[in-house]
């Protein structure tokens, strides 16, 4: 085989870009600068649910859990009589070092979570138990058997653990240089400082000892002392939270930026150690939230500190064939095996979920690819050791999952606790399948898991199935287990709001659920309940109020794509293309296969009139998700037939223009027709509907118009005139003729509202169903406008025409082109016929 350069992974557990910008900024991470300086770096997105262990796993092997095996934090023993720490034993699938194992390359693996018992791949295997020892000093500790391969390093490597009780004010006061004033008898920092200090210490040691004292292809190492160190200290972290004692945060406001600029010497070192041919990845397997998300008090279910992981980890790689101080988009955790096998030169299985990071490459080849590396049949070094009896009571591991919040202590009675561990895997694996949208396997998961017999809280499982009864558009069933949720323990503290909500929105209560939102809103802003404010004023057309609503939810969490998204769909219908086009992009920045930002790029590209990156927007979003294939390639088409259509209206001879008078039923367009009539423009009508009590001065309909869309063949008839053309029917307009459209906009709860009034219906309870139609019509009507070249249209909302009457005339005649009656058509405007006011 070719020789290729080294690859050297570093694993930085929790590692943020919002809290390692500012470092680098003051020159507090210089090690990571000379990196960023000659390599690349990013985000590097995170999965459902952030629990390190599976998250890791997904890194090794290019899949998501479900694939890979590894569902939480502990196991059941093979017996089935027990639980203990997750093991490398639950891993189904092949790491990356069991294929270069299979290829003939040398791999090293220290501290990787979860590793132990050591695979027995050509290298050296430096397991996540060999760090993890005893807090008492009179512990003996020994390395058991599984924690290094080869066995023949045990007795070298054992003198480069550090212990706990060897931490002294050397090591303490960098970070706490207070730390004299802790009191140590009721406040625990100082212990969880030098379990955490320790670990990592012992971990750099067994790295930088076996970069050099081995010869290897590729080299992995796992930290995670920027995660444990949050998760003791980020409370305490600047700026101060009001219920943090001002004592406490005067001694630990410094230990989580010391923990990332320690992380950094550590750094600096493991680079004197690298040759020049060595390519060097860092990455984080998911953020940490260090402003206001932050929890204080930790709700007790599974894994409950996981609320604070951020969905953006961080990634940076430099080395020979990778490309120079550039930002690069979109990585996920199931693209980093694929890529270092792309690296070696070895073919990507098929059955991988991830995808070759070609972005970060000076020169690329096409990636190659085999059906799965499981199903090749030789030596790949995989464990063989099933025999738990030296590590079934992992207690030091046990204890700091305790500590973490990770896990509970296990139940005395060891049938609970195995019940308690069956549930949580099968949980994880629900979840597993819902962060990849696959409902039906997630949904009966979780109902098995609510039809068990044993004591266990069922409010984590339904919440889940409400999630997904809102991803299914299937209110009644969300209704049902949000009313189950609150019949519950009310420890969870669940905030209910979002739900009742949409489900008040899909009952036609807009009011209500707006409402609600801004009650929740007043009490305590967030970014999600300003984004859900900012869907129910677009969905309702309030593109105003939606913009500000979509701002504030950036304003509290600047990197989540769905804002990023929903702020550019707004803008859109605002008219403002090129700030549109910016939102979509930072969407699509922030998470590459993101179909709807795509498509909403693709919008704002049209706009603008750039029209070979709109056909590339759509094509993309077509192929990402099949469920706006159709809405995608529809809008491909129209940017195709555009030349077609202006060809054709340019060479012919315009014929007289029609007036359309268009809008939705009840939105003010017989007014509008009226105002015309009086300031002197002929109006085709029939007059076959008569005035009544819901229009006392006439409908000004034209028969034919209601069968547009089997016949427009008398069109003719409309030219030098004006007609009304109700908003769904504009597309069957013949394009042959010239167009100038005055479409009249609404209130839609005043529509609807008036509509269900004139039919005799509930003007209470309105149809939400009818809602969401309206609402796409409104949206069609842009589309149909744009890419027709004979057509021109303004729009006048139905309270100017009635509060600023003149403005609203001017507007109008000046649009037409046309000498007409102002007064006249100003005194036909009656305000007293506005009866449905939202």
Known sequence: MKKKNK????????????????????GQMPALKKLIDRGVYGNMATMNPPYSPMLWSTVATGKTPDKHGVLGFLELMPDMKGVHPVTVNSRKSRAIWNILHNQGLKSNLVGWWPSFPAEPINGVVVTDRFQKVSMDPKAKNPIVSGTIHPESLVKEMSDLRLFPYEITEAHILPFMPKAKEIDQKNDKGLR????????????????TYTMQNSEWDFMAVYYDLIDHFCHAFMKFHPPKLNPVPQDLYNIYKDCVNSAYRFQDMMLERTLELVSEDTTIIIMSDHGYESDHKRILEMPKYQAAPSLEHRQFGMFVAAGPNIKTNEKIFGLGLID???????????????????????????ETSSPNYIESWEHIEGDFGESKN???????????????????????????????????????????????????KDYEKAKAILLELIEEKDPIDLIPYYMDLLAISFSESDYDKAEIYLNELRTRDKKFKINTYFSEAKILMHKGHIDKALKLLIEAKNKKPNAQVWYEIGKIYLQIGDYSNAKNAFEESLKLEVDNAKFHNALAVTLIRLEHFEEAAEHALTSIELVKYFPEAHYTLGEALEKLGDTENAKKAYQTAARLKPKTHHRAEKAIENIESQNKFEDKINSTN??????????????????????????????LTDSNRKADISNPKGYFEYDPVMALHKDNTWLHKAQNKSVKVVAPLLKFLDPQYRYKVIFMNRDLHEVVQSQQKMIGKDTETLPIRLFESYKKHLSLVETWKNKEPGVELIY?????????TREVTSKVSSFLGEDLDLDAMIGCVDTSLYRNKA
């Open 336 to 362: 980093v095996a694929p890529t270092l096998l792309h690296m070696f030169d070895l073919p990507i299985g098929k059955d991988m979920d991830g995808k070759v990071a070609l972005d970060i490459f000076k």
């Open 796 to 804: 006048i909302d139905y309270k100017d025409v009635l509060s600023n």
């Open 192 to 207: 969880a400082f030098a379990k955490i200090m320790a670990e990592n210490v012992s971990i750099h040691s067994a790295a």
């Open 386 to 436: 099933t025999d738990y009896k030296d590590f079934l009571n992992d207690q030091e591991t046990m204890e700091q999952l305790i500590d973490l919040g990770y896990i509970d202590r296990p139940d005395e009675k060891i049938e609970n606790s195995i019940v308690k561990v069956k549930c949580d895997l099968k949980h994880n694996l629900a979840r597993v399948y819902l962060g990849k």
């Open 7 to 26: 690859v050297l992974l570093l694993g930085w557990d929790a590692a943020d870009w919002k809290i390692m910008g500012p470092l680098l900024a003051k």
């Open 654 to 683: 315009h014929k007289d223009q029609i007036i359309i008078v268009s809008g939705l039923p009840r939105s003010g367009t017989s007014l509008m027709m009226q105002m015309l009539h009086k300031g002197g423009k002929t109006v």
